[in-house]
């Protein structure tokens, strides 16, 4: 029988040994991605996130496989009893928690010793554990299949190019006219005929505010299209400004005004 308890002890202090191990390494690990996570947020790209997760999530899977072996005691038939409560600083208590736990006092004791979450976890618990067990199997399994959905479509919107997933849009962009036909066709009537602007005219050529538009002076400009003179500009005008150019076949000849009658003649 002694036997059999040493043998138990010897067990259950490799097992400790082993899991304080396993949790040291765990912690290093997270030490590890928080202070990236603070330090190097600027320049921590994806990948490396999600490799410290997997980091992160297979030392925690060791650790369950460790407290699922046949060989580890039940850590639950266990108990801890503080045998010495003391109100002045421990330093070997100190050194063995890295300075977290200075002191093993009666405010300390209940929450290093707790064995059940808060009150607050706990309720928390129960009404999720309530609510996942009045969902039937039915409803849980089509909860599944949409979001199952949603991601797959998520996934393959962030996969595929814009174009390649919306190509009657681009195609409605790319033909959509950039002007306005109306307002092209008043500007044209307003420029090469004047039309839409005022009539009034000034009272005569040395008279104040005359402008260098006149009804009386002669013409400023005309076009010889195809070997036919005398055809209105707007034509050229409208051409150019549809097409972005010039027709190779026009010939454009500008008589200007005489010195005499321009208006800002000095």
Known sequence: MLIKKQREEKQLEASVDLLISRVAHLKNALHNFIYKLENEFERLAWPSVLDNFALVSGQLNTINKLLRNEKTPSFRNQVIIPLE??????????????????????????????TKP????????????????????EAAQKQIQTLNKLCSNLLEKLNNPREDRDPESSAIRQSKPSFNPADTL??????????????????????????PMMG???????????????????????????TGKMPSSIKTNIKSASGSMHPYNR
């Open 85 to 114: 409560l003391s109100p002045d600083r421990d330093d070997e208590l100190a050194k063995l928690t890295e300075q977290r736990v200075p002191v093993f006092s009666h405010e300390i004791v209940p929450d290093h010793l707790r």
């Open 118 to 137: 808060d009150p607050e976890v706990e309720e928390m618990e129960k009404q999720l554990s309530a609510e996942a067990a009045r969902l039937g199997p």
């Open 186 to 211: 008043a500007l044209v009537g307003a420029v090469a005929f004047g039309k839409g602007l005022s009539k009034c005219r000034p009272p005569g050529p040395g008279a104040p505010g005359q402008g």
């Open 216 to 242: 009386g002076g002669p013409t400023l400009q005309q076009v010889t299209i195809g070997g036919a003179s005398g055809q209105p500009g707007i034509v050229v005008l409208f051409f150019s400004l549809l």
